[in-house]
């Protein structure tokens, strides 16, 4: 008789930022164990909110086989990536990381499903780094964009989000549909496109929306800060708990509503220059400054300014509690304060 196995949700890039706040609200509402997965050693801030904790490379098969020896994966988070900044010093590895990590997770999934019998809900973050405008002039006059439009992406990131949405809708529509025993891989593929993610607990490393959570808490710190883009840049953000929050609910949400398996969020979309405005005003010494990074910038400008999240409402109800000013007044402020009292 096989040993029973436990019913689980798989959590990869446990560490990062999405992670943090992910696991937090999993461990209130999962009606299954958590497992947390990451290359490093799982921040033990989050060690009583998880059954198990696994420090491994994705790109580890014999990893992977690990974790479903021990447990019976029934969802899964696959957050683990290497962002857009970081990604363009090493594009062949980022490659290797965020397409291969991806299809390893989706090999997981299938065979998963195969085990239990039941369909594995994937959830994968994809970014508006899938977005690529050609100049700033085309950037202005295309305002909010539509998940089908400008899917010309500039960065490595960019590509491989893209790529592995592709991947993902493959995975569940398509699976080796010339097999005389082609069955429904199992996988339910869920993807979002976020925009730049701040958090009041955690500050990003690699990505190229970094420049407004930095902003913030190199303020609250007292500390003076450069920021790399231009006053006048602008794309999209949400604050952290709208994400989780958005994640969570496209996993919950009827399969039948969803006409698509890939969907844009937005919240707000400040110019870095009102973002330091409001920083300033919550944080009365900060030290802003303009220097921007004309690579860096080139990335950003390539994002657009905002995005439709229209499919989104309607398909599954999403609608972000937190602008721009409850973001600030409600949940940066009070929280970066606290932080760093
Ligand atoms: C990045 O800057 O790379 C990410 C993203 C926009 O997906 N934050």
């Avoid at 696994?54 to 447990?71: H, K, N, Q, S, T």
């Amino acid at each position: 008789m096989p040993l029973p196995r436990r019913k689980a949700v798989l959590v990869t890039g446990a560490n990062g930022e999405m992670g943090h706040g992910l696991i937090q609200r999993l461990a209130q509402s999962a009606d299954a164990d958590v497992i947390a997965l990451d290359i490093r050693d799982i921040d033990p801030e989050l060690a009583d909110k998880c059954a198990a904790r696994i420090v491994g490379d994705i790109l580890d098969p014999r990893m992977l086989e690990r974790v479903v020896a021990e447990y019976e994966v029934h969802t899964i988070f696959h957050l683990a990536a290497l962002l857009s900044t970081r990604a363009e010093f090493t594009p062949e590895t980022a490659h290797e990381v965020n397409v291969q990590g991806t299809l390893n997770l989706l090999k997981l999934a299938v065979e998963q499903s195969r085990w239990h019998g039941r369909r594995v809900k994937f959830l994968f973050p994809s970014s508006i780094a899938v977005y690529g405008m050609p100049d700033l002039e085309t950037k202005r006059g295309a305002g909010a964009v539509k998940e089908t439009e400008w899917n010309l992406p500039s960065t490595m990131y960019g590509c491989n989000k893209l790529y592995c949405e592709q991947l993902g809708r493959y995975y569940a529509r398509h699976y080796r549909q010339l097999a005389v025993d082609s069955t429904d891989a199992g996988v339910d593929f869920r993807s979002i496109r976020f925009p730049g993610l701040i958090s009041a607990f955690t500050v990003p490393h690699g990505g190229t929306s970094d420049y407004a959570p930095e902003m913030i808490h190199a303020a609250a710190q007292g500390l003076p800060y450069a920021c790399f883009v231009r006053p006048d840049t602008r794309i999209s953000f949400m604050a952290m708990p709208d994400a989780i929050d958005a994640l969570m609910a496209l996993m919950e949400a009827d399969a039948e509503r969803l006409t698509s398996h890939v969907y844009n969020i937005t919240a707000f979309n400040p110019s870095a220059q009102e973002f330091a405005e409001l920083t300033r005003s919550a944080f009365p010494g900060a030290q802003i400054t303009f220097e921007p990074d004309l690579r860096r910038q080139g990335i950003v400008d390539s994002w657009p300014e905002d995005v439709v999240d229209t499919r989104s409402r309607t398909d599954w109800g999403f609608a972000p509690k937190y602008d721009l000013r409850r973001t600030f007044e409600e949940y940066l402020v009070p929280n970066i304060r606290a932080r760093y009292a």
